[in-house]
């Protein structure tokens, strides 16, 4: 089963919106509304930022959002701040539980 | 609060088996809600998902890897374990263990990870 497809990279200024995509198939993201999203910090363990593609958990800033469309998930980070600076991986329900390929964020 | 710590060699030789254990504190690895997954990440590389096993036993395991790999669990001890054989070079990564939420591949709460290095 083949990794989802995100960009590498994404950049943004601070107080700017950003939205990255993550592309499965017909089998993984687009069967199922079960997509979650992670935030990484270089030398840390993944955190959980949105799961059942729209829900946040508890603690999780309303500044992070996801949505869905066909075969696509987005994570959007509305009003960019310094602290969100990190790689994201996305990770859909499918068998397997394949993640994407990570999306390395930058706030310019 | 959930907590999850990784323990086990750093260094593993090829062609060996690597044995890690995870220890689950702040919650009951019995709880019947959670599955519990070893995932891992070569250096400066993404995320792969392993298996995750139920406290009852049930595994499964990313067909990638199904061939070497076995995860088992111990509740009276509140762990949890990954073996990997005839590892190499390509297997060495930091490995994570997870609570995953009704195995639906949601992991609400990681290990801070281990680094293991495959070298002779």
């Known amino acids: 089963q083949s990794a989802l497809t995100q960009p590498a990279s994404v950049s943004g200024s601070p107080g700017q919106s950003i939205t990255i995509s993550c592309t499965g198939t017909?089998?993984?993201?687009?069967?199922?509304?079960?997509v979650s999203w992670y935030q990484q910090h270089p030398g840390k363990a993944p955190k959980l930022m949105i799961y059942e593609g729209s829900k946040r958990p508890s603690g999780v800033s309303n500044r992070f959002s996801g949505s869905k469309s066909g075969n696509t998930a987005s994570l959007t980070i509305s009003g960019l701040q310094a602290e969100d600076e990190a790689d994201y991986y996305c990770?859909?329900?499918?068998?397997?539980?394949?993640f994407g390929t990570g999306t390395k964020v930058t706030v310019l | 609060q959930v907590q999850l710590q990784e323990s086990g060699p750093g260094l593993v030789k090829p062609s060996q088996t690597l044995s890690l254990t995870c220890t689950v504190s702040?919650?009951?690895?019995?709880?019947?809600?959670?599955?519990w997954s070893w995932i891992r990440q070569p250096p400066g590389k993404g995320l792969e998902w392993i298996g995750y096993i139920y406290y009852s036993g049930s595994t499964y395991y990313n067909p990638s890897l199904k061939s070497r790999v076995t995860i088992s669990v111990d509740t009276s001890k509140n762990q949890f374990s990954l073996k990997l054989s005839s590892v190499t070079a390509a297997d060495t990564a930091v490995y994570y263990c997870a609570r995953d939420r009704m195995g639906l591949r949601i992991f609400d709460y990681w290990g801070q990870g281990t680094l293991v290095t495959v070298s002779s």
């Open positions: 990770c859909s329900y499918a068998g397997s539980g394949v």
């Open positions: 017909s089998s993984d993201v687009g069967s199922y509304n079960l």
């Open positions: 702040g919650g009951s690895i019995s709880s019947g809600d959670y599955y």
